[in-house]
């Protein structure tokens, strides 16, 4: 018979500690703690399949869903529900998940199976994200919603922004297109101006106009991304002509 939750608590007290101080959380029950960081291949090893942390993961990417949602509804009350949708997604998703959890550290606290641990388990953003939702489910679990918002908050804060610029910059090309449609019926054209650079590091200098005059510039190690720069540039300047 394997170790069931209430013994790994006992034997892991000052792991389970030391990771409640870089969270800055104290937990009223560890168990909740303890089941959220452990990985079914290990509850598998030790024969308790059904210990693992998956219902709690279930739960916490609902809890992520509401509190990022509200925290964006009350940041930007100007923006609109389609762009809200997408900020959230680009923050609940797998890759800046697993992100936020290596900034606490928390593939080191991971209760693994061997085979697992053995193939880097440890910084797989699949079970970094997964072990990082299953820890907010713990928290929202153990303190309820308020508690599990300062949290959220604290972690995802210095976060927002930047991903906000990142969902505008990628979004300019379609956003210059609408306005340009709207005001004059037709569409911006990019032009490439340069590219330099070895194959596996060039760089694309591309414009984009609108009737042959040069509205903004951008360059990047892709085309894709050049143009979405410059269309970014052009909105900034057309933005500012206006006002």
């Given at each position: ?228 720069r410059a269309a970014s540039t052009a ?9």
């Amino acid at each position: 018979m394997g170790m069931d939750i209430d013994s790994l608590v006992r034997s892991n007290k000052e792991l389970l500690t030391e990771f409640e101080k870089i969270v800055e959380y104290r937990f009223t029950d560890l168990r909740l703690l303890q089941k959220a960081l452990v990985h079914s291949s290990f509850a598998f090893e030790q024969s308790q399949a059904g210990n693992n942390n998956e219902t709690l993961e279930f739960l916490g990417d609902a809890v992520l869903d509401l509190v990022v949602g509200h925290i964006l509804y009350k940041k930007y009350p100007e923006m609109r529900e389609g762009e809200l949708t997408r900020l959230r997604a680009a923050l609940v998703n797998e890759t800046h998940l697993a992100n936020m959890a290596r900034q606490i550290e928390l593939g080191e606290f991971i209760f693994l199976g061997k085979g697992e641990d053995a193939s880097h388990g440890r910084n797989k953003s699949s079970i970094l994200s997964c072990a990082f939702e299953a820890v907010i489910g713990a928290v929202f679990e153990d303190a309820g919603y308020a508690t599990v918002t300062e949290m959220v908050t604290r972690l995802f804060v210095p976060a927002i922004e930047s991903k906000k610029e990142e969902m505008l910059i990628a979004d300019a090309k379609s956003r210059l297109q609408e306005v340009l449609q709207e005001k004059h019926n037709e569409g911006p054209v990019y032009r490439l101006d340069n590219e330099e650079g070895p194959s596996h590091k060039k760089v694309f200098t591309i414009s984009v106009l609108f009737q042959d005059q040069v509205l903004g510039t951008g360059e990047a190690r892709s085309k894709k991304e050049a143009e979405q720069r410059a269309a970014s540039t052009a909105l900034k300047s057309l933005k500012e002509n206006e006002e």
